[in-house]
Nanobody, 118 residues
C-alpha cells in the first residue's frame, strides 16, 4: 500500500483546507483509513478515521469542524477541515491499517504541513 498526501498549506484562522490521500496497492485489504497529525514536540495523534464499512471517528478537538470521506472507488481519502484554529497547525499524515490473520500492518504517507495563522 502506498499513500501520498497533498493539500496542505498556510491558511488564516477560520479558513478551510481539504487534504487528499491518494491510495494505491492492495486497497481492498485495507480495514481502516485515518488521518493523524503531529505538532512540534508532541506525539502523533489520531484526528479522524473511517473503516472499510464507512464508520467514522473523530478526535474531540475536531468534531464538528473536520470531515473524513473517500471517493467511491476508495482510491482517495479526504480530510475537509473547516473553522481552522492555530492549534490545528501540524504535519498531517495519512494512515492505512491492514489486517491479515493475526497480523496488523500500518502504512504511512510522507505527511503534509498545515499551518494556521492567528
Amino acid at each position: 500500500v502506498q499513500l501520498v498526501e497533498s493539500g496542505g498549506g498556510l491558511v488564516q484562522a477560520g479558513g478551510s483546507l481539504r487534504l487528499s490521500c491518494a491510495v494505491s496497492g492492495s486497497i481492498f485489504s485495507i480495514n481502516r483509513m485515518a488521518w493523524y497529525r503531529q505538532a512540534p514536540g508532541k506525539f502523533r495523534d489520531l484526528v479522524a478515521s473511517m473503516t472499510s464499512g464507512g464508520s467514522t471517528n473523530y478526535a474531540d478537538s475536531v468534531k464538528g469542524r473536520f470531515t473524513i470521506s473517500r471517493d467511491s472507488a476508495g482510491n482517495t481519502v479526504y480530510l475537509q477541515m473547516d473553522s481552522l484554529k492555530a492549534d490545528d497547525t501540524a504535519v498531517y499524515y495519512c494512515n492505512a491499517k491492514l489486517k491479515e490473520g493475526l497480523y496488523t500492518y500500518d502504512f504511512w504517507g510522507q505527511g503534509t504541513q498545515v499551518t494556521v495563522s492567528s
